[in-house]
């Protein structure tokens, strides 16, 4: 069952061949064996978990089935749930109850779905490595002593270690594919707007995106069947006609125009990374694709654009935690000033004090036209540079990830060449467009381990079910999303 699909799992509950308890119950029974030792969830409710999983079964008796019912997922803890612990990886929330729930708890309750707990990640989303949660870092499921990837950590490892069905993940700098390219998982990020940002804990609110993470492309089809959608509580949603993600699947890829960035193959990348995905391009070669030369001469001004603008307003959306309403508040004070001084620093790790430091410095009087005005001109610049290239070509493809997998602590001393390591996503979040990983094959690490690599497909704006088709017919040809990590079988 742990490698079934989400279709071939609805299948066999619609059918009766399992039920959704004995489903839930197997995931559960993982996490009690794996968890102590990859620390992919950061809270379990049992009780409340299995209740939906029968509430789902009696749905299913009664004939109201939708794709997804009875089928478990893993939430990030970015996402409210009602009644349930949600922390977003700091001591800033580590008692906070959600009041209410997030959209797509919403959306997923209403298909049916069973939420299996809330998965660990980088504090208030703002790592690569998941190293940053005040829960203690993830283990990567192909080798634990490496990271695997972040802020969607947790629910990186507990879809490569088969910990839960699917998870949900977001994706502000590459939170999504990154991991999905370092656990060999297939991970998408959306266009900005078409999954709600409503009951999701805010990083940085113009690049936020919420997103599928499972183990092919025909799983995140289904996830975004569920996921998007217009929502007005959020200002930023899009009002567009539901559609139908799973439609363009089967469509053959003869004359699909790809692009190849070539800023996406110079220096930086691990020649052995470089190869696995010249292979992936060589298999859409004889699945009928036309491989085009393309350049996005502003990518290498990704990083330090998104490295002005993500803490700007990181700076201002983590205002609102100053021990008074909600959230940690320190023990002993002396007067207001002193409380929202010691609260914060109590509450806050190191690099959600760096990211608040460095928003409020480019946000201040004398700097904001010199550093935040100026990021925001070269942000349009960007997106410019994808709006020409997707003249010639249909998807963008390169790597996901400059390397596999590093050892956990290898970069935490260096700042920006943990930042570097969202190269080839970053710019993506800058334009809004859509993004995805898909595992394409495997790397030798310098010390032998073989480990994953991820070939992101980019594309257009909407145009998430080309991708999904593009994506899922490679993973025909292809069983690298098959593979799962040794002696978790």
Not at 99 to 125: R, S, W
Not at 404 to 428: N, R, W
């Amino acid at each position: 069952m742990i490698n079934s699909s989400l279709k071939q799992l609805g299948e066999m509950l619609q059918a009766k061949k399992i039920s959704s308890v004995e489903l839930t119950q197997t995931f559960l029974d993982r996490i009690q064996q794996y968890n102590p030792s990859i620390n992919a969830y950061i809270s379990l409710d049992e009780t409340k978990t299995l209740a939906q999983a029968k509430a789902a079964d009696a749905r299913i008796a009664a004939g109201n089935v939708a794709p997804l019912t009875g089928i478990p997922i893993a939430q990030k803890d970015i996402f409210c749930a009602k009644g349930w612990q949600t922390t977003c990886g700091s001591k800033m929330l580590a008692n906070f109850i959600a009041p209410y729930d997030a959209h797509i708890i919403t959306q997923f309750d209403a298909a049916g779905a069973v939420n299996l707990g809330k998965t660990n990640m980088d504090e208030f989303a703002m790592g690569s490595s998941n190293e940053t949660s005040y829960f203690g870092g993830v283990k990567n499921p192909w080798s634990f002593d490496r990271v695997p990837g972040g802020s969607s950590g947790g629910s990186a490892a507990a879809v490569a270690a088969r910990l839960c069905a699917a998870a949900t993940g977001t994706d502000t700098g590459g939170s999504i594919r990154q991991p999905a390219s370092l656990c060999g998982f297939t991970g998408l990020k959306p266009t900005y707007g078409a999954v709600s940002r409503f009951g999701m804990i805010a990083f940085a609110s113009s690049l936020d995106q919420a997103g599928p993470m499972a183990k092919s492309a025909e799983d995140c089809a289904l996830m975004m069947n569920v996921m998007a959608g217009f929502d007005e509580r959020d200002s930023t949603s899009l009002n567009r006609e539901k559609e139908d993600y799973t439609r363009d699947l089967a469509k053959p890829l003869q004359g699909l125009k790809v692009g190849l960035p070539k800023e996406y193959f110079s220096e930086g990348l691990d020649a052995d990374v470089g190869k696995v995905i010249e292979a992936a391009i060589a298999e859409y070669k004889k699945l009928g694709a036309e491989i085009i030369d393309i350049s996005l001469p502003n990518t290498g001004l990704s990083i330090p654009v998104y490295y002005v603008l993500a803490p700007a307003e990181a700076s201002s959306n983590l205002s609102r935690y100053d021990g008074v309403r909600y959230g940690h508040r320190a023990a002993e004070y002396t007067d207001l000033m002193d409380m929202y001084n010691k609260s914060r620093a109590e509450g806050f790790g190191a690099e959600v004090k760096r990211r608040i430091l460095i928003g409020t410095y480019v946000l201040s009087a004398g700097y904001y036209d010199a550093y935040y005005l100026k990021a925001q001109q070269i942000r349009r610049l960007i997106a410019q540079d994808f709006v020409e290239a997707f003249k010639k070509c249909d998807v963008i493809m390169g790597p996901a990830a400059p390397s596999t997998a590093f050892k956990a602590g290898e970069k935490v001393d260096d700042p920006v060449a943990m930042y570097l390591q969202d190269i080839y996503t970053i710019s993506t979040n800058l334009a809004g467009l859509p993004g995805m990983s898909i595992p394409a094959g495997f790397a030798q690490s310098d010390d032998g381990v073989s480990l994953p690599v991820g070939l992101q497909i980019i594309g257009n704006y909407f145009d998430e079910a080309r991708m999904l088709n593009v994506a899922h017919q490679y993973q025909q040809v292809t069983d690298w999303h098959t593979r799962m990590p040794a002696g978790l079988e």
